[in-house]
């Protein structure tokens, strides 16, 4: 049995905090009180929130120049599992995980998902991988994959989507998440109708795998690997091929994958609109795919993000139900702690849009206040909500200080001995 951080250890850590936490917990009650928000409805509605890990996230990240592995690395699916499962037990809020196929490799879906179960975690959308060639692949997609030129690639690349999905049956997954490099990197190189037609082809060709209760998310990125033009590089696309295929096909936003300064929450609202939303891969960046921790970099805009997302909730009732994982990767940081970290900002943003009056919100724009209506909304996002966060993660078991009892608890020294270091540790290497 390989080491784990006892309930008791984090009930202890939690001791010397409760005190406190109750005491600000308090004040912000009453204080929300006064709004007339109820603090007990909005923290159950805190512990309600789930956003799903992503197996790869657990190992070092890199960049296209190097790779600084840290000590204790997950070196296969199980022991990713494993960092995964504690970032579950003090966060509270990443009940489920989104494998990466090939990087994950699965011998025997049964093992895995007992191992699974031991960390009450399930499995969230299972990720393709037809952006880099596995050893001894019979083709290459050097060139692109569904949508290569040549039949025999693109067969190939259909045939690993559907393995994938096989897979995700057997452990209980119920989405394929389908991103894909292809582009071209010279104005010429690609045409550009021809290369979407073949992405349609094959991508229908996938959509017929998939069970009934499935569904395919297109997940579309502006550029890079290619840098002149991506496929899938906008909504737009992903949007029109999503109607293409059916109801099944739905748009995933990875908050990364735009260009800068593009309005994402407005993409949000145009997707939820539709009825093709599908969800998010969280994320935060300066620059471009950065895949920095989640609300590390522009807080307010993921705010924005939920405020679209509480609002949809509110008008669709309960068949929205879009599904949110993490997508960063984590070059400086040990990755249990910026994953706990990241969760709890997603769960933060989700908790401010919660708090946003809405009646009051639809009043000033009906009469056009503008000043009002925006400072509505800003009075929610520097409501400081961290006691109804730290309350949630408390009553459902997990630790008030996640990151110092992750640290005292010695988890990544113990690792760092049942883990010695190899050379291929399990970071994707991709950014
Ligand atoms: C591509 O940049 C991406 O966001 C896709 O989701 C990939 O599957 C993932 O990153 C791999 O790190
Ligand atoms: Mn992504
Ligand atoms: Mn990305």
Not at 271 to 277: M, N, R
Not at 322 to 341: C, F, K, R, W
Not at 383 to 397: C, E, K, Q
Request: with cysteine.
């Amino acid at each position: 049995m390989t080491f784990r951080i006892s309930d008791d250890f984090v009930q202890s850590h939690n001791q010397s905090r409760v005190a406190d936490l109750q005491s600000d917990f308090d004040a912000l009650g009453s204080k929300l009180a006064r709004n007339g928000v109820d603090i007990e409805a909005l923290t159950l509605r805190a512990q309600g929130f789930a956003v799903a890990t992503p197996s790869w996230g657990a190992g070092t990240g890199g960049t296209r120049f190097a790779r600084f592995p840290g000590v204790g690395e997950p070196r296969n699916v199980f022991e990713k599992l494993d960092d995964c499962g504690t970032v579950n037990q003090l966060s509270q809020a990443t009940p489920t995980v989104s494998l990466h196929f090939p990087w994950d490799k699965v011998s025997d879906a049964k093992e895995l998902k007992q191992h699974a179960d031991s960390w009450k975690l399930g499995f969230d959308a299972v990720n393709s991988n037809t952006f880099q060639n596995q050893p001894n692949q019979a083709e290459s997609y050097k060139f692109g994959s569904l949508t290569n030129q040549s039949a025999a690639v693109r067969d190939l690349a259909v045939a690993h989507n559907i393995e994938c999905i096989e897979l995700g049956k057997a452990l209980g997954s119920k989405a394929l998440t389908v991103w894909v490099g292809d582009g071209g990197n010279f104005p010429g190189q690609l045409n550009l109708r021809g290369a979407l037609e073949r992405y349609l082809d094959s991508l229908k060709q996938i959509y017929q795998a998939l069970p009934d209760d499935w569904q395919v998310f297109l997940e579309h990125k502006l550029f890079e690997p290619a840098f002149y033009t991506t496929v899938i590089a906008d909504w737009g696309t992903s949007f029109a091929c999503a109607q293409q295929l059916g109801d099944k096909a739905k748009c995933l936003v990875d908050l990364g994958h735009h260009a800068p300064n593009t309005n994402i929450e407005m993409i949000v609202a145009r997707l939820v609109q539709f009825g093709k939303l599908a969800g998010f891969h969280f994320n935060d960046s300066k620059y471009g795919d950065d895949d920095l921790d989640s609300g590390s970099i522009n807080p307010f805009q993921l705010f924005l993000i939920f405020n679209e997302l509480v609002d949809a909730e509110i008008r669709e009732g309960s068949s929205f139900n879009p599904a949110y994982m993490l997508d960063q990767s984590h070059n400086v940081t040990d990755p249990i702690e910026s994953l706990m970290g990241s969760a709890i900002e997603v769960q933060r943003a989700f908790v401010q849009a919660s708090l946003v009056d809405r009646d009051q919100l639809a009043a000033y724009q009906a009469s056009n206040d503008v000043m009002m209506a925006a400072r509505t909304l800003r009075r929610a996002f520097q409501t400081d909500v961290t006691p109804i966060l730290d309350m949630a993660r408390f009553r459902s078991g997990g630790a008030i200080d996640m990151i110092n009892c992750y640290r005292e608890s010695g988890y990544r020294q113990q690792k760092a001995e049942e883990r010695p270091a190899s050379k291929n540790a399990s970071g994707s290497g991709i950014v």
